[in-house]
């Protein structure tokens, strides 16, 4: 996932409010949101390269997300899959806390990555690259890419602003105007590209809320709504090369229990 945005605790209607993008490499082998059939529960698209995932629903209304942190060339290729972080927490039963502390311990094992975790205690975040540790997200409206939480790149800058106009009011959200802010192609003046040493012309491609570049760029865009009540909703675009897919998932509470789904292809 490249960019993720979200509002806790931000609006009267919904503890959570978040927009993300997944991008990836057309090839990469992946299934559209659906609850997972070998770790109940889970509800989250899934890499079937790796067999984790980026962002989902999990027992006991459980959330977590993650992006990847951009460092240009400099990936280990034997790293353990950053997928398994999201998928693990999601299927357990740890606290948020407890689980980045065992993950903390062992970040050196992966590449680099930023990791949100929520459950009923509130949202805590860690990266393994800003040397920050474990902390927790504070109310109000954030934004995330391939650096830490809230490092103003200009497409962050874009959808923190986009989400925060989407918030006016007092009524739910509506999952499409989410997905929405997720579409924007605007690119941005050269002067305020961050520089991840992956050189001028790939800042400019992956600048953008929504990438498309040959063999590479945003695969879904998900839109998640979790109220007061505890009832979430959730809806993936699938994009990209290929047949566009929409799936829609409502859960009924903490207890996770998926009460209803609608797939339009």
């Not at 991008?23 to 609850?35: G, K, S, V």
């Not at 890499?47 to 989902?56: K, Q």
């Not at 923190?160 to 192609?185: H, M, N, S, T």
């Not at 990438?211 to 993936?236: H, M, N």
Request: with cysteine; aromatic share 6%.
């Amino acid at each position: 996932m490249c960019t993720l945005l979200f509002a806790f605790e931000a609006h009267p209607a919904h503890r959570l409010v978040v927009a993300a993008n997944r991008d990836e490499r057309y090839e990469r082998p992946t299934r559209a949101l659906h609850a997972w059939e070998d770790r109940p529960g889970v509800i989250a698209g899934r890499d079937l390269a790796a067999g984790g995932t980026w962002m989902g629903l999990g027992v006991g209304g459980r959330w977590a997300a993650l992006t990847n942190v951009r460092q240009g060339p400099r990936e280990e290729p034997t790293a353990r899959s950053r997928g398994e972080l999201v998928a693990d927490f999601l299927a357990g039963g740890a606290s948020a806390r407890t689980y980045l502390e065992a993950v903390a311990a062992r970040g050196d094992a992966y590449n680099g990555f930023n990791l949100v975790v929520g459950d009923a205690d509130g949202l805590l975040f860690y990266s393994n690259r800003d040397g920050a540790g474990i902390r927790a997200v504070a109310p109000g409206i954030h934004g995330l890419s391939n650096a830490t939480l809230n490092t103003p790149w200009p497409k962050v800058q874009l959808g923190k602003a986009a989400l925060a106009e989407r918030l006016r009011g007092r009524e739910p959200v509506d999952l499409d105007d989410l997905v929405a802010i997720l579409g924007d192609r605007r690119g941005f003046a050269d002067a305020e590209l961050p520089d991840t040493g992956v050189g001028l012309a790939l800042e400019r491609d992956l600048a953008s809320l929504f990438i498309a570049t040959p063999g590479y760029g945003t695969r879904s865009s998900t839109a998640l709504t979790i109220d007061r009540g505890g009832q979430a909703r959730i809806v993936e675009h699938t994009v990209g090369p290929g047949r566009p897919r929409r799936v829609e998932l409502v859960i009924e509470g903490a207890a996770g229990a998926a009460a209803e789904r609608r797939a339009v292809e």
